[in-house]
């Protein structure tokens, strides 16, 4: 290590997304010399698979419901968002020329005449302005004793080890990895006994074992306006049916109680609510209407807008022969079962849970196995739903390990 009483310290940080980045920006702001160590040839991929989708950068509602989407973390998200809130993201990205929105459910935007590459380039420039020298093509390897980082220039093949003043680690994710977060350094942290708990899939589809006949005739097909439940957890929004499953926000949502089920039974048995606004009384006065000779089909279509691909749907998971009761129908018709197999691979999930587990890191995200090395983003074990919370938890712990690294370089000149 470098001695970290030098007062240009060379700070590394591993990783350019998003929690890298602000990470680097922040370092450079409090005065310190940084370099960006990214192994692939430019940064921020994923950040611009995120805006390819939507991307929603953080979201409006109230801190403690939003800590509250880190489920079990809540409480140490309280504090991260606390130190850099939804707010304070909006402003960041108003100081880079980007103007942003509140969208629906809460949701934050940028502008729609601002592209994700405009947003990138403007922080990239910020970066630049500040000093922050960017490496990319530059893998981290490894840890060399006690104070080094192995670091390899992907160009040349040439491996260098490098002794800076503090480390932050900002390596993302296991999906999508093409975009870099490959997950491979979970062997490097193995290496000097950190505990990685291993990677899931988060926010990603579900399988469900359709028939041949119903992946032919409903293909992709939206179900607007439903409510989808796992067990207690109930989530309402638009479900999409895909020749292998089901996908869309109720499903990402409850990712970790689907995750949760299977681990218990080979399925997880999802109830699936397509008139979530309608009372079942009303429901059922509904139902109570049809004249006899008109059909199901057309009847559920006209009266309850269930037109195709309902009909399917019910034959495909409900029973053989539709209840002719209405009141049974109706318990049909809000609690239908969706028998899910698993979940889709971990490459194609927006994102991962596990990682370092948080046994392994300080208060302020320092590896207690390693002093002066800290962990930001999504490498950490935590999980929450789409709508913002996952970049914003990647730009709170981003801040906040930068944070750390300050207070304890202030530390260790103090006492040196
Ligand atoms: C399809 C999709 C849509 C998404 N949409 C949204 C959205 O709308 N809103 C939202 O909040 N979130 C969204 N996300 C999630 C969000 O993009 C990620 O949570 C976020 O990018 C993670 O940031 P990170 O900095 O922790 O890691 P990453 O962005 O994964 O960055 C990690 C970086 O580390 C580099 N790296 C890895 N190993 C090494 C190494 N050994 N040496 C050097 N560099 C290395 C990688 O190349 C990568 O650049 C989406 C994700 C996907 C896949």
Excluded at 108 to 124: D, I, S
Excluded at 205 to 224: D, M, N, Y
Excluded at 280 to 289: F, I
Excluded at 373 to 381: K, P, S, Y
Aim: contains cysteine; neutral net charge.
């Amino acid at each position: 290590m470098q001695n970290p009483s030098d007062s240009d310290a060379l700070i590394a940080v591993i990783g350019g997304g998003p929690a890298g980045l602000l990470a680097a920006q922040r370092l450079a702001e409090a005065g310190h010399r940084v370099v960006v160590y990214e192994a692939q040839a430019t940064v921020g991929r994923k950040f611009l698979v995120a805006g390819h989708g939507g991307f929603n950068l953080t979201n409006a509602e109230p801190l403690p419901d939003f800590a509250a989407r880190y489920a079990s973390h809540s409480r140490r998200f309280q504090q991260l968002l606390g130190h850099f809130s939804p707010a304070d993201l909006r402003q960041w990205t108003t100081d880079l020329g980007i103007a942003t929105y509140v969208g629906t459910s809460g949701r934050v935007f940028p502008m729609a005449e601002h592209k994700p590459a405009q947003l990138l380039r403007a922080w990239v420039a910020r970066l630049g302005q500040l000093g922050v020298e960017i490496r990319t093509r530059h893998r981290w390897l490894g840890f060399a004793g006690a104070t080094g980082l192995r670091i390899q220039d992907e160009t040349t093949g040439d491996e260098i080890t490098i002794h800076p003043a503090a480390t932050v680690l900002a390596l993302g994710g296991a999906s999508w990895s093409k975009t870099g977060s490959d997950g491979r350094w979970t062997t490097a942290l193995a290496q000097i006994g950190v505990q990685c708990i291993p990677f899931q899939p988060s926010n990603c589809g579900a399988e469900i074992a359709w028939s041949a006949f119903f992946r032919e005739k409903v293909q992709r097909t939206p179900l607007k306006n439903i409510a989808l439940s796992c067990g207690p957890h109930t989530v309402r929004g638009e479900l999409m049916l895909t020749e292998y499953g089901i996908e869309g926000t109720p499903v990402y949502a409850l990712t970790p109680f689907i995750r949760e089920a299977l681990g218990q039974s080979p399925t997880a048995q999802l109830l699936l609510n397509l008139k979530p606004d309608l009372a079942p009384a009303a429901l059922q006065e509904r139902l109570a209407q049809r004249r006899s000779g008109t059909s199901w089909a057309s009847f559920l279509a006209s009266t309850l807008r269930l037109g195709p691909p309902i009909p399917t749907l019910l034959r495909e998971v409900g029973p053989p022969a539709l209840p002719p009761e209405p009141t049974e129908l109706g318990h049909l018709l809000t609690h239908l079962p969706l028998p899910v197999s698993g979940l889709r691979p971990l490459e194609e999930a927006i994102s991962t849970a596990g990682g370092v587990a948080w046994s392994e890191v300080d208060e302020h995200l320092m590896l207690q196995r390693r002093p002066g090395t800290f962990v930001a983003g999504e490498m950490l074990d935590w999980e929450a739903p789409t709508g913002g919370y996952l970049l914003q938890g990647c730009f709170s712990t981003g801040a906040w390990a930068a944070h750390g690294v300050t207070r304890w370089l202030q530390d260790y000149r103090n006492t040196a």
